[in-house]
């Protein structure tokens, strides 16, 4: 252990080294008490993953009242999807989640196209995006129809 | 680097001054010193609430149906979720104690005395809104005790005159305790006593710091005499390292308590369940509770439960007043130190009868 510099004699010889001591136990203190603070904390605002049963297919309600070029926003678990009848009668299916900022979009049966308010995002029937700042386009579910009834389901 | 950083800011933040005043801060040091560290536990409790009180917002959902599962999930599922819980609930207690201290020791040394009348009344509605808080967060959990206990302490106004259905009214939101209840309750609990016990804590430190710590009589008149018998101690940092000293050991108990006994969330609120037994609010209002119990329903004419709630009523305006009529005179000091007694053992008294169920 280094020697410090001492200007007295005796009982002030040994003080800077009782100082630096006492200074680290106060640190470790310290330390060990802000952390046993803060990690709870931290780990408290990080939320709990709650697992959530993956829907596979879901039923989007009755056939006959969805008309050719309309279509309505159904819950598929627990995000919005989109099932529409297209101006030629076939049904189709997607995730009614906007791939540019998260909004919700809707069937446009002036346009013929799927739109999102948000910021003016257009798809085609396909889902594909083709017109506004979507990056990519909707993810197709598949659509089946049992005694009038649309379930959609997602691709495996 | 530091030699620019350090005029610049305090030309924008001047603090030199207030920290050269604590500098030369001294805090006396004698026999009833010990009693001094307990506003500054309790202003410790204040910020535990805050910071547990915010953390557990950030979870909870104030309806009727929600709150109980909400705090299941709390409890359950969110990593330490029952530690912030069980300390939120545990400080709550801690703190009801320390402030009770603090208030009893400033009464027995004398210390609202001039000019120190209006450190003691803020204090005084400072211990009040601490029992709002109390009273206003044991519904949250919205489990069935709670509930009861609410309805029974939210109706305890109603035997005021005139105003009486009102007060209720204005406490339940409605004329039951439903969810309205909850909701209007919750806003109280983190809006509105925050507030204004936020402005009260800030006015009650500076005051404490204006007019630094009081001496009891007693230790006065000695210093009266010869001032270099009173010894005193610098503030920074010897009384500070002292009081976090004191705030560890609080810290140390709190966490102990919480996890050996974590605060049970019992069963979900039933308005149509009948009472279960065993109702009975927080301990520290189990005191006016049991004296509620022994008031006969009609005293010379008058309804009884009103004469208690008058009189807890009377007894909290003398406790404001006090310093305005009392501590000049060795005599009228005498007479508070009695009083004061006397309020603690019927307290006590109570709340052992209240415990030990030996109510008629």
Same mark, same amino acid.
């Given at each position: ?21 006492? !200074? ?95 910021? !003016? ?22 659509? !089946? ?12 | ?10 030309? *924008? ?59 299941? $999930? +709390? ?37 609202? *005395?001039? #000019? ?39 109706? +305890? ?12 009214? $204005? ?12 909701? *209007? ?49 610098? &503030? ?8 976090? &000293? ?15 006994? #974590? ?8 308005? $149509? ?5 065993? +109702? ?8 006016? &509770? ?55 053992? &019927? ?14």
């Amino acid at each position: 252990m280094p020697r410090h510099p001492t200007v007295g004699s005796g009982a002030s010889e040994i003080r800077p080294a009782r100082r630096s001591v006492l !200074n680290w136990l106060l640190a470790t203190w310290g330390g060990g008490i802000l952390a046993s603070i803060l990690y709870p904390i931290a780990r408290y605002l990080a939320p709990p993953d709650i697992p959530e049963a993956p829907s596979l297919s879901v039923s989007a309600g009755g056939a006959s009242t969805l008309r050719p070029n309309s279509g309505r926003v159904v819950p598929f678990g627990s995000r919005p999807a989109i099932v529409l009848r297209t101006p030629g009668g076939e049904l189709r299916a997607f995730t009614a989640i906007c791939t540019h900022l998260d909004c919700t979009v809707q069937y446009r049966s002036d346009l013929q196209r799927i739109w999102c308010a948000c910021h !003016n995002g257009e798809y085609d029937l396909n889902g594909r995006n083709v017109a506004g700042p979507p990056p990519r386009p909707l993810e197709a579910y598949d659509v !089946n129809v049992k005694d009038d009834e649309i379930v959609i389901s997602r691709r495996s | 680097m530091r030699g620019r950083l350090r005029p610049w800011l305090e030309e *924008r933040l001047p603090l030199a001054g207030l920290i050269e005043t604590l500098r030369h801060k001294t805090v006396p040091h004698h026999r009833y010193s010990v009693w001094y560290y307990f506003g500054g536990m309790t202003l410790f409790l204040f910020g535990i609430q805050v910071g547990t009180g915010a953390l557990l917002l950030l979870y909870y959902r104030p309806s009727a149906n929600e709150a109980y599962e909400s705090i299941q $999930f +709390i409890v359950t599922h969110v990593p330490f979720g029952w530690l912030v819980r069980s300390i939120h609930a545990w400080a709550a207690n801690l703190m009801v104690v320390c402030a009770f201290a603090h208030l009893f020791s400033v009464l027995f040394l004398h210390a609202y *005395r001039r #000019p120190r009348e209006l450190t003691w009344v803020s204090g005084v509605v400072l211990l009040l809104l601490t029992l709002a808080f109390g009273f206003t967060g044991y519904l949250l959990p919205w489990n069935d005790v709670s509930y009861f206990a609410t309805r029974v302490g939210t109706d +305890i106004p109603a035997t005021v005159p005139a105003a009486g259905d009102f007060i209720v009214r $204005f406490l339940r939101g409605g004329d039951d305790v439903t969810g309205a209840t909850l909701t *209007r309750l919750f806003g109280f609990h983190v809006a509105i006593l925050p507030a204004l016990a936020t402005m009260l804590v800030a006015l009650h430190l500076l005051l404490v710091q204006r007019h630094g710590m009081s001496l009891p009589p007693s230790v006065e008149q000695r210093a009266a005499k010869d001032p270099a018998a009173i010894r005193a101690m610098p &503030f920074l940092p010897h009384f500070l390292l002292r009081d976090l &000293f004191a705030w560890t050991l609080v810290l140390a108990l709190l966490a102990a308590l919480a996890t050996f006994y #974590p605060w049970e969330l019992g069963t979900k609120a039933d308005p $149509f369940a009948p009472a279960p037994a065993g +109702i009975r609010p927080e301990w520290y209002f189990l005191w006016a &509770f049991q004296a509620l119990k022994y008031m006969p329903p009609r005293v010379a004419g008058i309804d009884g439960e009103f004469l208690a709630v008058a009189l807890m009523g009377a007894g909290a305006v003398a406790a404001l007043l006090l310093p305005l009529v009392a501590g000049r005179t060795p005599r009228s000091r005498q007479i508070v130190v009695w009083v004061g007694l006397f309020t603690v053992v &019927f307290m006590a008294a109570m709340t052992w009868l209240a415990l030990t169920g030996s109510a008629p």
